[in-house]
């Protein structure tokens, strides 16, 4: 398909990881992201992996990359109230960047 | 640089008018991208310029809405006349490059009732 490929919601409980998965489509893709939106704002770069890689770490993020696949996840260590949010997907294609319909993680105390 | 600019901030206006979104990229940036926001459909990519001509606008829904970018700092996004289901957040960014980091802005929200 044409889509980048995300589910919409995701519940966790404060301290537990969270896991935001994600396909996307062109295996040419360049740069794969993850976009955070918070409440009332814009999207915000949160990270980002070069195809060539399969796993980046900073701080309480890790991202893995299954270009097999075409599989993309996030995880989130230790989550914390504040990283209640949209976490959008998003891979470059050419001049475009296709974002998924975003992930709504909610966290509970 | 203050960021990507979009104005108004809010809009609510009444079905069959003419809506103008505007946006201000950030200096130097070549790419700029019009985005709609919406519960249903997640976001949803509706034109992109490159160096202020327009590269693909598919994801215009209709021809109701019409993009302009007369200089490297100023778009237009314009809808008319305007119905209830535009009624979204309509987010305006821009980049340096084809890959490099898209910058948001803060969006409009649109309501028309």
């Known amino acids: 398909g044409e889509d980048v490929e995300q589910s919409l919601f995701l519940s966790v409980r404060e301290g537990d990881s969270s896991v935001i998965n994600c396909t996307y489509t062109?295996?040419?893709?360049?740069?794969l992201y993850w976009y955070k939106q918070e409440p009332g704002a814009g999207l915000q770069l949160l990270t980002y992996?070069?195809?060539?890689?399969d796993m980046k770490q900073d701080q309480r993020l890790t991202v893995l990359l299954n270009k097999k696949d075409k599989h993309l996840s996030l995880r989130i260590a230790d989550t914390q109230t504040g990283d209640s949010a949209i976490y959008f997907c998003?891979?470059?294609?050419?001049?475009?960047?296709?974002f998924g319909a975003g992930t709504r993680l909610t966290v509970k105390p | 640089d203050a960021g990507v600019i979009q104005s108004p901030r809010h809009e609510v206006t009444e079905m069959g008018q003419e809506v103008t979104l505007r946006c201000k990229p950030i200096?130097?940036?070549?790419?700029l991208f019009w985005y709609r926001q919406t519960m249903m459909r997640g976001l949803e990519l509706l034109i992109y310029?490159?160096?202020?001509?327009?590269?693909?606008d598919s994801g215009m829904p209709e021809d109701r809405f019409s993009a302009k970018m007369p200089n490297a700092s100023f778009s237009t996004l314009k809808i008319q006349p305007s119905e209830p289901r535009d009624s979204a957040v309509y987010f305006c960014?821009?980049?340096?490059?084809?890959?490099?980091?898209?910058?948001f802005g803060q969006g409009t929200r649109l309501t028309v009732v």
């Open positions: 960014a821009s980049s340096l490059g084809q890959e490099l980091e898209a910058f």
């Open positions: 200096s130097g940036h070549d790419y």
């Open positions: 992996i070069f195809s060539n890689m």
């Open positions: 062109d295996s040419s893709s360049t740069y």
């Open positions: 998003a891979e470059s294609i050419k001049s475009d960047m296709r």
């Open positions: 310029f490159n160096n202020n001509v327009p590269i693909d």
